[in-house]
DNA sequence: ATGGTTGAGCGTCAA
């Protein structure tokens, strides 16, 4: 089973590039995130087309949305969190067949959290940190989840090598200690960094580039933004991960590139 | 210190 984690920032400005991540990845599941597309707008015929007809979202009007297309059967989760009482559409969770029975895929998008790194001043950070906190509290109660993967845009690039300059991003929103100290203490509630299971620690590994580069690769002021986390029985299925990197070259392309993580299941 | 770009949708706000 291969999955994908994608902020496509606008579904249907980008829908035509599905086929060619299709092409490139074939992924079994594609979690989806600022799809900023309402419910009863999202391009309905998209999913069979892809050949993944199975599909959960939650969207809404210009902000936000997830979604998750899947080859096999899914159920949808539906007694999820409505997290910091925003119903603001970032996060999505569903069971899908597998080999060895169904497996929980949670989607989410994270807040971005504004420009300023503090709380008492910046509601948008003051956001972000209280939903990470709520989400870490969620799966700290479901104590020794299992066959279960959390992907996502999660607004923080946790490692030192996950941003181009350490030094220079720890007062940057997506890298200030308080953020990436509450990133660490969600997935220790029982997750595996997919993605750094195949990339050592002293790697520089990044997700996204801003549009604001000129020449996004020559400047490679980049950072990891988007994770794959698996419950730790998940680990001996980790295949391998590919985070494609050209699709940030492909026409009109968000600044978010896909990653893919597959798995022997 | 500032600016740089993009999307949604029509004035800005969010990223």
């Known amino acids: 089973?291969?999955?994908?984690?994608?902020?496509?920032?606008?579904?249907?400005l980008r829908a035509g590039l599905l086929p060619r991540l299709m092409a490139d990845l074939?992924?079994?599941v594609i979690c989806l995130q600022e799809t900023k597309v309402p419910d009863e707008l999202f391009p309905s015929d998209l999913p069979e087309a892809l050949g993944l007809p199975y599909v959960a979202y939650r969207g809404m009007k210009s902000y936000n949305g997830v979604a998750i297309l899947s080859r096999r059967p899914l159920r949808v989760?539906?007694?999820t969190p409505d997290w910091c009482g925003k119903n603001d559409r970032r996060h999505v969770a569903v069971a899908i067949d597998a080999a060895g029975g169904p497996v929980e895929v949670h989607n989410f998008y994270v807040p971005a959290g504004g420009d300023v790194p503090d709380p008492d001043t910046n509601p948008k950070f003051a956001h972000k940190l209280k939903f990470i906190a709520e989400a870490r509290d969620y799966f700290r109660m479901r104590s020794q989840f299992a066959r279960l993967?959390?992907?996502?845009?999660?607004?923080?690039?946790p490692l030192e090598n996950d941003v181009w300059s350490h030094r220079q991003l720890l007062?940057?929103?997506s890298h200030t200690p308080p953020e990436t100290t509450a990133l660490t203490a969600w997935l220790d509630t029982g997750f595996i960094d997919a993605v750094r299971r195949f990339v050592p620690a002293d790697q520089k590994h990044f997700t996204w580039w801003s549009y604001r580069n000129r020449d996004w690769r020559a400047s490679d002021?980049?950072?990891r933004l988007d994770h794959v986390w698996v419950s730790q029985d998940l680990t001996p299925a980790l295949q391998r991960q590919v985070t494609l990197k050209q699709a940030?070259?492909?026409p009109q392309t968000s600044d978010h590139v896909p990653v893919c993580v597959e798995f022997a299941l």
């Not at 089973?1 to 249907?12: D, G």
């Not at 993967?149 to 690039?157: E, K, M, P, R, T």
């Open 77 to 79: 989760l539906e007694a």
């Open 1 to 12: 089973m291969r999955l994908v984690t994608w902020n496509i920032n606008s579904l249907r």
């Open 149 to 157: 993967v959390l992907a996502g845009d999660l607004n923080i690039a």
């Open 26 to 28: 074939a992924p079994d």
């Open 171 to 173: 007062d940057v929103v």
């Open 248 to 250: 940030r070259d492909w």
């Open 221 to 223: 002021r980049g950072r």
